[in-house]
């Protein structure tokens, strides 16, 4: 149980477009999913929190209006990093919280991004 | 100041031997909850075990264990008979509060080899 997948796996794209990654919690409902990027070597810095049905909050230097966050349903969140570019490479990971009332979150495999 | 230190970049051990590896954590909120996980190099991070902050015995899960040391503020995780798919990074983190929508710092993580 407490499955969360990410798709894509992997994004190769163009600078200046942009790309959206899902995040999906398969066998459980979850009303709050956790953005997460991280750098080579580096720890995971939390990016925004995202409650079904409300606005995301974004962590302090977070640019919302270039980390689009929607979670529109109880199973799924998406990221779209609009007008990427190369500096946005990075492995995104989301986790999620199951809302059955667990303190504990359950993460995705991982997204990892590559602009060009 | 750092919330979460991990001072142990890198550590080996023998196959079948136990190995401990550090974390202290900093915080004057009383309720909080200690998060131990692992990250292959495929990349998913993998819940490991949780220590709340009135938790009166040391968290264990199968071969894993949390050395809780309260007035310390440490949190070491001791692996058990370690295995060759132990090799991983793990992350040491923390949520301050005791609710599952808190937000979670993570360490910088340290890095495991186990030897056969």
């Known amino acids: 149980g407490a499955v969360v997948s990410q798709h894509p796996s992997w994004v190769i794209c163009k600078s200046g477009t942009s790309v959206k990654i899902e995040c999906r919690s398969l066998?459980?409902?979850?009303?709050?999913m956790f953005w997460y990027r991280q750098f080579p070597k580096q720890s995971l810095m939390l990016m925004a929190t995202s409650n079904e049905g409300s606005k995301a909050t974004y962590e302090q230097g977070v640019e919302k209006d270039k980390f689009l966050i929607n979670h529109a349903s109880l199973t799924l969140s998406t990221l779209t990093v609009t007008s990427a570019h190369p500096e946005d490479s990075s492995f995104y990971i989301c986790?999620?919280?199951?809302?059955?009332?667990?303190?504990?979150?359950?993460f995705g495999p991982g997204t990892r991004l590559t602009v060009l | 100041a750092q919330k979460i230190t991990q001072t142990q970049p890198g550590m080996f051990v023998q196959e079948k031997e136990a190995v401990t590896l550090d974390c202290t954590y900093d915080?004057?909120?009383?309720?909080?909850?200690l998060f131990w996980y692992k990250q292959p190099s495929s990349g998913e991070m993998i819940f490991l075990i949780y220590q709340g902050s009135y938790d009166q015995q040391n968290a264990t899960e199968g071969r894993y264990s949390l050395n809780f040391q309260k007035a310390r503020k440490s949190a070491n995780l001791v692996i058990s008979a370690s295995q060759l798919g132990d090799s991983a990074m793990y992350f040491c983190?923390?949520?301050?509060?005791?609710?599952?929508?808190?937000?979670?710092?993570f360490g910088i993580g340290t890095k495991l080899q186990v030897i056969p």
């Open positions: 986790s999620a919280l199951p809302a059955s009332g667990s303190d504990t979150q359950y």
């Open positions: 066998d459980f409902q979850a009303t709050t």
């Open positions: 983190a923390m949520r301050e509060g005791l609710e599952g929508y808190q937000k979670v710092t």
């Open positions: 915080t004057s909120d009383p309720s909080y909850g």
